[in-house]
């Protein structure tokens, strides 16, 4: 099993790698794609609103449909639909032929972002231990470099079509054969076959809404702040503190890149003092970032409010999933039973990214800038009270530090 889940590891950081790199290409060329299609400033927003609406969708109907097709599959063929789906948005010329490709970009997403999170919870579950925040490094990684292809496309003035069909023409065989060594939760288990469980009925289903209600809130509210660094960093460094427009695009950058870091070695921090103290701290430090940001005398300052916002918030998405999954398995026992309780945890993802936004913008508008960077860091706050869910039993590992038993740790736990 070491080796089958070493590849397993590998391949699916690929895929998160991949998709990091696609959802970057598309969000920092938002602009050259409205130019393109000549979509108005009032049109603008009802595109945008529809790809993470479409995305919760498909997330809901890949609950479903992990109840008997594996989430291996699912993961192995939304890829390459993504990727396609992105060349498609670069490629048309009409307004109708935009349309398709967000809502096959969008629906694709919420598929392919759920199985990733099931994959992973499920090779946590057989490592044993904390990885799961690495998976999400690689997307951060990815998106850096999606971003810093999106920053040559547009300083070459290459047209979207140019910019995305390498990048399609790369990843997009490269993801299909890294899908090969993907693991599912029957096969992370030691279950080769897991079909006629995994037939038997809905994995996860004995898991409610209400359980699942502190960690969806946790989600929600870490992507409220997410979104408002990704969408108001620049216009906040400028417009309040007074910077360059060149200056004002290094936050973003700034909190991309300590995302990767605190990803880098959170589980290290997940396996050293549990995930409960790894959140808490998380928290407490993203809260202090956007104090920072809310109080910053100049664009120094608020670069330093980002940076600990990158620190901060980067640990919570990836260790609500994980805990969703335990708590799954917990109630269940039955290898697979996270994925339906990771399906609709991640449609709150996509509540958070289309409530941040708005939410900060209306407040800005109403009050002040520094006034709205206010209710992000409240509701980030709230995590402290729910980090008691990320628990881990004293059996169950991947979560908290205790060490697994020595006859278990040549079943999986060496290896990456």
């Known amino acids: 099993m070491t080796d089958v ?7 699916l950081a690929f895929g998160f790698f991949a998709q990091g790199v696609a959802f970057a290409l598309l969000v920092t060329r938002i602009p050259a794609v409205q130019d393109r299609y000549g979509v108005s400033d009032a049109l603008l927003p009802v595109f945008l609103a529809a790809v993470p609406v479409l995305a919760g969708i498909g997330s809901v109907v890949t609950e479903r449909l ?131 469980e995994r037939a038997g009925g809905a994995p996860g289903a004995g898991v409610g809404f209400k359980v699942l209600l502190p960690l969806c809130l946790v989600m929600t509210f870490a992507y409220i702040g997410d979104s408002t660094v990704s969408n108001w960093s620049a216009k906040y460094l400028q417009d309040v503190l007074g910077s360059s427009e060149q200056l004002a695009t290094v936050p973003y950058n700034v909190y991309m890149v300590t995302t990767l870091v605190g990803r880098a070695v959170g589980d290290f921090g997940v396996r050293r003092f549990g995930a409960v103290a790894v959140v808490r701290g998380g928290a407490v430090v993203a809260a202090g970032g956007f104090a920072v940001v809310a109080g910053a005398p100049g664009a120094w300052a608020g670069m330093l409010g980002f940076t600990l916002l990158g620190l901060g918030l980067c640990v919570l998405v990836p260790q609500t999933f994980a805990a969703a999954g335990r708590l799954a398995e917990e109630r269940d026992g039955r290898p697979g039973a996270s994925d339906g309780a990771v399906a609709r ?24 800038y520094r006034g709205a960077m206010l209710v992000p860091m409240v509701l980030v706050l709230v995590t402290v009270v729910y980090a008691r869910s990320f628990e881990a039993r004293p059996d169950r590992y991947g979560g908290g530090h205790e060490r697994p038993r020595t006859a278990d740790v040549g079943r999986g736990s060496n290896g990456l």
């Open 345 to 368: 945890l991640n449609v709150f993802n996509y509540v958070g990214f289309l409530i941040g936004s708005p939410l900060v913008g209306a407040l800005g508008d109403a009050w002040s």
């Open 66 to 196: 992990v109840r008997r097709v594996r989430p291996s599959r699912l993961l192995r063929w939304s890829q390459p639909v993504v990727l396609l789906a992105l060349l498609g948005v670069g490629a048309g010329d009409r307004v109708a032929v935009l349309a398709v490709a967000l809502g096959v970009f969008g629906l694709a997403v919420g598929a392919l972002d759920a199985s990733m999170n099931m994959l992973g919870v499920s090779l946590q579950r057989a490592y044993r231990r904390s990885i799961m925040l690495g998976f999400h490094a690689a997307y951060s990684l990815g998106g850096i470099l999606g971003a810093s292809l999106a920053w040559a496309g547009a300083h070459w003035d290459l047209a979207l079509w140019v910019s995305y069909l390498p990048v399609v023409v790369v990843l997009v065989p490269a993801a299909l054969v890294g899908s090969r060594w993907y693991v599912d939760g029957e096969s992370a288990a030691g279950d080769g076959g897991g079909g006629a």
């Open 5 to 11: 889940l070493r590849r397993g590891r590998v391949s």
